[in-house]
Nanobody
Framework: QVQLVESGGGLVQTGDSLRLSCAVS????????MGWFRQAPGKEREFVAG????????YYADSAKGRFTISRDNAKNTIYLQMNSLKPEDTAVYFCAVAVRYGRYTYTAPKDTPQFDYWGQGTQVTVSS
């Protein structure tokens, strides 16, 4: 069984930074695409950032470009989301997910929630104005 646990959320002010972590256990995440999503109250879950097995070409939603950076440490079975210049509209529960259905070492770059197979429980990020 695969488990993903997010951490690092909190209450910050506009312009602050946060670094989220997602630790995977039960199965190695090495070699699989992973991603970060977020869900604000009353809204659908949306894609934030994704990273392939080699971490060479991470990809982002327009709202995250230039402010957020996704990275991974395969040795630690962990991915990260560095969030800078946070805005009130970034307030949401942030989830990490892994897509195993495409196999390892694929160059598929999933962005849609149905493309991911396992999810964490989420961590709350609140940005005050």
């Amino acid at each position: 069984q695969v488990q993903l646990v997010e951490s690092g959320g909190g209450l910050v002010q506009t312009g602050d930074s946060l670094r989220l972590s997602c630790a995977v256990s039960g199965r190695t995440a090495s070699g699989y695409p992973m991603g970060w999503f977020r869900q604000a109250p009353g809204k659908e879950r949306e894609f934030v950032a994704g990273i392939n097995w080699n971490a060479i070409n991470p990809y982002y939603a327009d709202s995250a470009k230039g402010r957020f950076t996704i990275s991974r440490d395969n040795a630690k079975n962990t991915i990260y989301l560095q969030m800078n210049s946070l805005k009130p509209e970034d307030t949401a529960v942030y989830f990490c997910a892994v897509a195993v259905r495409y196999g390892r070492y694929t160059y598929t770059a999933p962005k849609d929630t149905p493309q991911f197979d396992y999810w964490g429980q989420g961590t709350q990020v609140t940005v005050s104005s």
